[in-house]
Structure formats: structure tokens, C-alpha cells
């Protein structure tokens, strides 16, 4: 499986990027054909951190298996629970509170930007520039701080189970939040200042790695990667779940379809999660934050499909019952799996350097797409 | 367009199709062997038009697999949920990689962990398991490695 460094038939040069290379953000094996300097292929080898959650999931009860999909996407931790806490809920056809409603959304709102700023400073790192790292890192660390404070956890947060959330908010939750949000939007227009409006940076983005809005569709590219195609695809506002459809905000479009276009959606994305954050955040309903569910939880027989919009795309979770209290078949439809089949599309004809911008802005993570 | 259109509409293109309601899409059970001229119709009909493939994935069911297809027009908004039984000793269905790419490493995905073969697919080879891996299929039930599998 893994080719030496060496020349095809015709004369291309065959390099590896990877398994261990910085700009992979993980254990990604790249295999790129290249012509002078132009990439011909780009074949990527998967697996290196495969874990068979799917198989391992088929032996622990529907309680027990939320904690292991944690680790899937962990820089969106809370949308991976929350995916598979609403499939669980649709087969036990169980309603949840308002209040566990509304802490949901913003959990998953502010897990959002925590990850949009991890791949803010981690792609600005990739084109080279150290600075945007610690300048993201700063505000990330005031969201897990958050979260460290009410779930326990700075990453993997296992906090929201099926019939609601694990437990009550932290007393000091809300005044933290608006703390944040003073911070963040202090801090915002750096970004900005010092890489949206960098030429540097847009030379380096603008016209790399374009992906059409029909191949964005066909690869199924979800998330900010097929909206900065123009494709229309968040799960938010297309299927709304939880609290989405009351509050309001904008579905970002951009319709470039190159790398600057997906880091615009996602430097937008941002803004918007702020605004919801913004809406719900003194409008907490009181009231339980867990509807009663029995100790030991059965599906019934049948099918059920859940899908939730994470900061990487649409993630879907498919389960399989039999009526027992364990999954006959579970499948996570991951967003990093389809968006990084797009890569080898977006590649060809491109340049080598080119390629750490493109695989910067897909946003990958490599657990999620190993699982 | 809604189920009961979805219905009238798939039956006209193929009429041996059976559809189960109850779940939250329409669900259409064929024969494998009617799948890729179906396909071809539901994403080039302009009334259809599936153009998003947004999940495939494959069930053992012991006796027998399940492919198991999950469509969605972006333009209509109209979901449905393509089944197909295959045999288990030689499960074979047609590739739809060139209709919907995102199938491509879906169906590599789904021959190594089950061991499906996909007809016609350009590049049909492990994607995630390493060399050594070949013709062991480990998401199926009967799959045992004393090793790395620990039974709870």
C-alpha cells in the first residue's frame, strides 16, 4: 500500500505527504503524482487512527455508545452526542425539554466557533504564519474553560445524552458566555487585520483548489465546503432540530468556490454563532434539563436516521435496531470522509505548495474520517 | 414531490419496485441487478433529479446483506431510501461511482468491511484497512479476532 518515493512509467515524480506531516493535522498518508510541479493525483491512504467505532458500538448499550462518538470528531464533540442523542430520541419518540433544547444549541455553538478558530489558526500555521495560532488559541481556551466548568471536560465533553443533558448548567455559565462574547467581539476585527485582508494570504487562496457547486453536491461535500460552492446544504436551517428554527441567523454562502471562499464562510460562521449565542443565551426557559427516561433504554425495531449540521459539514447517524438495547448496525455518515474525496479533484492541475492551502481549508480532521 | 408521487413516478420506471412506508423517508426495496438503470434515472430525471447521495452503507443481516442507498435532491428537498438484498457468499451490485463520486469511497469502504463487490467500480481496493486485509470483512457478524476484539 504505501509507494517509496520514486518515478511512475512516464517519467512523474511519486512523493508522500504524511502519515506524520504538520500540515495533516493527524495521521493523513497523501500519495501525490507529480509532473514538474504540477500535481497529476492525489491518492489518499486512510486508516491510520481507524478504530471500528461503528463495530465497537454494536456491542455497548444506546447509553454507552455516545461517549465512544466523542472521539470521532473531537474538535466537535458536542454535535457528535448531539447527533446521536436526536437518533436515539427519534426511536424512543421521546420530547425533550425546552430548557435541555436551548443548552443544546448553545453548546453546539460555541463548540462551532471553538473549532473554527482551531482551523483558523492551524491554516494560517500551514501557509506559514505562527502568530494567528496563538492569537486563536487565546479564545479557544476561554470557550473550554466553559465547558471545563459545566461538563467536566475540555474536549471530549460526553455531556449531551439522549432525554437531554448530563446535568445542570454551571451557576457562573451565563455570565462566562456574555464575558466571552464582549472578548470575542473585541478581538474579532484581528483576525481580519491581520489574515482576511493579508494580500499575501489571498494571493495565496484566491483562485486554489476550486470546486465547482455540481461537484460539490456529486463528492458530497457538506459544511462550509460546499457552501463556499454556493451549495445550499446547512442542516440548520434545510432540517431544523432543537431550537434552530427560532432563532435567527443566516446561512453563509459564498460563491467563489476556492480556498478564500471556504475560509470566508467559515470567518462568517463565526459571527453567526455569536448571534445565536447572543439570542439564546438570557433566554435559557427554565425547567427540567433531562426528560425522564428509563435506566435501560430499547429502540424498537427499525430504522432511524438523524442528521445534524457539525462545524465540518452534515454529519448522519443511521441505526439499525432489532428491538434490543444494543445498535444491530450503526454507520456514521462522516463530512471529513466526503469532503476529503473532493481533494483529489481540486488538486489536479494545481501546484504542490498549493495543496497545503486546499487541505487547509477543508478543515480536516482525521479521526472523524477514520473513525 | 411527495411519497405518493415519489411512488407513482418510481413505478412507472420500474415496476418491480416494493416501497415500505412508516420510517421517516419512503423506502424502495429492488433487485441488485435493477439498480444501476434506476440510478441513472433518478439522478437524470429532471422531475427526480437525486443528484446528493448523502449516505451508503451495507447490513448483515446473517443470511443474506443489505445494501442501503440514501438520496436527496438538492433542488426538490425530496429524500428517499434505496434497499437492495444481496447473497452473502458472493454479494455483487453495480457501482454508482460515476453517477454520484462521493460513491467511490463509500463503495471501497463498504468492500472491505464487507466484502461486497462492486462491478465496474475503476478502483476497487482497501481504503482504510492496511495490506494483509484482504477478503476478511471485519463488520461482519461472524468476524472474530480474539486479538483486538474485546467482548463486554
Not at chain 1, 166 to 174: A, G, I, K, R, S
Request: hydrophobic share 40%; glycine share 6%.
Amino acid at each position: 500500500m504505501v509507494e517509496e518515493i520514486g518515478t511512475t512509467t512516464e517519467g512523474d515524480l511519486i512523493i508522500n505527504v504524511g502519515p506524520q506531516h504538520p500540515a495533516t493535522h493527524g495521521v493523513l498518508h497523501l500519495v501525490i503524482t507529480l509532473n514538474g510541479e504540477t500535481i497529476k493525483k492525489v491518492e489518499p491512504h486512510l486508516g491510520f487512527i481507524h478504530r471500528s467505532i461503528e463495530k465497537m458500538c454494536e456491542s455497548l448499550t444506546y447509553r454507552q455508545f455516545i461517549y465512544v462518538t466523542s472521539r470521532m470528531d473531537y474538535l466537535s464533540a458536542h454535535i457528535n452526542n448531539h447527533a446521536c442523542a436526536l437518533c436515539v430520541e427519534k426511536g424512543l419518540q421521546i420530547e425533550i425539554p425546552a430548557r435541555a433544547q436551548a443548552i443544546r444549541v448553545l453548546m453546539d455553538e460555541l463548540t462551532r466557533i471553538a473549532s473554527h478558530e482551531l482551523w483558523w489558526g492551524a491554516m494560517a500555521m500551514d501557509l506559514g504564519a505562527f502568530t494567528p495560532f496563538f492569537h486563536a488559541f487565546r479564545e479557544r481556551e476561554t470557550i473550554n474553560d466553559i465547558m471545563e466548568e459545566t461538563c467536566g471536560a475540555r474536549l471530549t465533553m460526553n455531556y449531551i445524552v439522549p432525554g437531554g443533558v448530563m446535568q445542570e448548567l454551571h451557576p457562573d455559565f451565563q455570565k462566562r458566555v456574555k464575558e466571552f462574547i464582549v472578548l470575542y467581539k473585541r478581538k474579532i476585527h484581528e483576525y481580519d487585520e491581520m489574515v482576511t485582508g493579508n494580500i499575501i494570504f489571498q494571493n495565496r487562496m484566491k483562485n486554489v483548489g476550486y470546486l465547482s457547486a455540481e461537484d460539490a453536491v456529486s463528492y458530497g461535500c457538506t459544511g462550509p465546503t460546499a457552501r463556499g460552492s454556493g451549495v445550499s446544504c446547512d442542516i440548520r436551517k434545510l432540517y431544523p432540530y432543537e431550537v434552530y428554527d427560532k432563532v435567527e441567523f443566516d446561512e453563509i454562502l459564498e460563491t467563489a468556490g476556492d480556498s478564500f471562499a471556504r475560509y470566508m464562510v467559515r470567518i462568517r460562521e463565526m459571527q453567526q454563532s455569536i448571534r445565536i449565542i447572543e439570542q439564546l443565551i438570557d433566554n435559557i426557559p427554565d425547567g427540567d434539563f433531562q426528560a425522564k427516561t428509563k435506566a435501560v433504554l430499547k429502540l424498537p425495531k427499525g430504522e432511524f436516521y438523524s442528521r445534524v449540521e457539525t462545524a465540518r459539514g452534515e454529519l448522519g447517524v443511521y441505526i439499525v435496531s432489532e428491538g434490543g438495547t444494543t445498535p444491530y448496525r450503526i454507520k456514521f455518515r462522516s463530512p471529513g470522509f466526503s469532503n476529503l474525496s473532493a481533494l483529489d479533484h481540486m488538486a489536479r492541475g494545481g501546484k504542490l505548495g498549493d495543496l497545503i492551502a486546499m487541505m487547509g481549508t477543508l478543515d480536516l480532521v482525521i479521526p472523524d474520517i477514520d473513525r | 414531490m411527495l411519497n405518493e408521487e415519489l411512488k407513482t413516478k418510481i413505478t412507472e420506471l420500474l415496476p418491480s419496485a416494493t416501497f415500505e412506508e412508516g420510517g421517516e423517508w419512503l423506502n424502495i426495496n429492488i433487485e441488485s441487478k435493477d439498480w444501476l438503470s434506476l440510478a441513472q434515472q433518478l439522478r437524470n430525471d429532471d422531475s427526480l433529479f437525486f443528484n446528493y447521495l448523502f449516505c451508503l452503507t451495507c447490513i448483515d443481516w446473517k443470511t443474506h446483506l443489505t445494501m442501503v442507498y440514501h438520496l436527496s435532491s438538492t433542488k426538490y428537498r425530496h429524500n428517499i431510501v434505496i434497499r437492495s438484498k444481496l447473497d452473502r457468499i458472493n454479494p455483487e451490485i453495480e457501482t454508482v461511482s460515476h453517477i454520484w463520486r462521493t460513491a467511490d469511497f463509500h463503495e471501497r469502504e463498504v468492500y472491505e468491511m464487507f466484502g461486497v463487490n462492486f462491478l465496474n467500480h475503476l478502483d476497487l481496493r482497501l481504503l482504510i484497512l492496511p495490506d494483509g486485509w484482504e477478503e476478511k470483512n471485519p463488520m461482519r457478524k461472524d468476524f472474530e479476532d480474539p486479538i483486538n476484539m474485546i467482548r463486554l
